[in-house]
T-cell receptor, first 119, second 115 residues
Framework: AQKITQTQPGMFVQEKEAVTLDCTYD???????LFWYKQPSSGEMIFLIY??????QNATEGRYSLNFQKARKSANLVISASQLGDSAMYFC????????????????FGAGTRLAVHP | DSGVTQTPKHLITATGQRVTLRCSPR?????VYWYQQSLDQGLQFLIQ???????AKGNILERFSAQQFPDLHSELNLSSLELGDSALYFC??????????????FGNGTRLTVT
């Protein structure tokens, strides 16, 4: 069964520094997608970045990058040059292809990491 | 703005009551997903619809039901409400139902408080 593990309940970082949020996953599917979402205190879920299981290069989106290590089944989010507005809950999520079961597939989430950016 | 609209934003009701949460997906998205976020359970998948048909079911209680209408909007019905149903309920949408590389786009959620 698919599973996402985020081992850091809380992290803090100084403004302008980089921070890495850990995510490991478990799946028996060869085709899957990994996603990171941000949830500010206002509650909305904001999609940040995507990495596909066949992507050879790490995904980047502005100050966000995904450190994808397929053999270790990890997909860590790196936020560079942290800003106060980065303070939020961050969720790692996975979606399997389920090619042999009709493919209708949900996104499953880890427990999240709460990031606090200090001035 | 994700393009997914959820109403109402807040709902306060009493135990035993029934409520309906509404979701309009992004333009062009055929799949709608419902998630429940509570403090002790995290984000839990409830149910998925694709173009009007139920496609996947998660940890959805029998007291809960959903549907997706021909115009693709969806409703989540919660009945015989209990205190433990208090949570943030999210609707999300995606273009298709099967593409594992397609992100889900979330609405702002409906915060349900059962008193």
């Amino acid at each position: 069964a698919q599973k996402i593990t985020q081992t850091q309940p809380g992290m803090f970082v100084q403004e302008k520094e980089a921070v890495t949020l850990d995510c490991t996953y478990d799946t028996s599917d060869q085709s899957y997608g990994l996603f990171w979402y941000k949830q500010p205190s206002s509650g909305e879920m904001i999609f940040l970045i995507y990495q596909g299981s066949y992507d050879e290069q790490n995904a980047t989106e502005g100050r966000y990058s995904l450190n994808f290590q397929k053999a270790r089944k990890s997909a860590n989010l790196v936020i560079s040059a942290s800003q106060l507005g980065d303070s939020a809950m961050y969720f790692c999520a996975m979606r399997e292809a389920l090619l042999f079961s009709g493919g209708y597939n949900k996104l499953i989430f880890g427990a999240g990491t709460r990031l606090a950016v200090h001035p | 703005d994700s393009g997914v609209t959820q109403t109402p934003k807040h709902l306060i009701t009493a135990t035993g009551q029934r409520v309906t949460l509404r979701c309009s997906p992004r333009s062009g998205d055929l799949s709608v997903y419902w998630y429940q976020q509570s403090l002790d359970q995290g984000l839990q998948f409830l149910i998925q619809y694709y173009n009007g048909e139920e496609r996947a079911k998660g940890n959805i209680l029998e007291r809960f039901s959903a549907q997706q209408f021909p115009d693709l909007h969806s409703e989540l019905n919660l009945s015989s409400l209990e205190l433990g149903d208090s949570a943030l309920y999210f609707c999300a949408s995606s273009v298709g139902g099967t593409a594992y590389n397609s992100p889900l786009h979330f609405g702002n959620g409906t915060r349900l408080t059962v008193t």
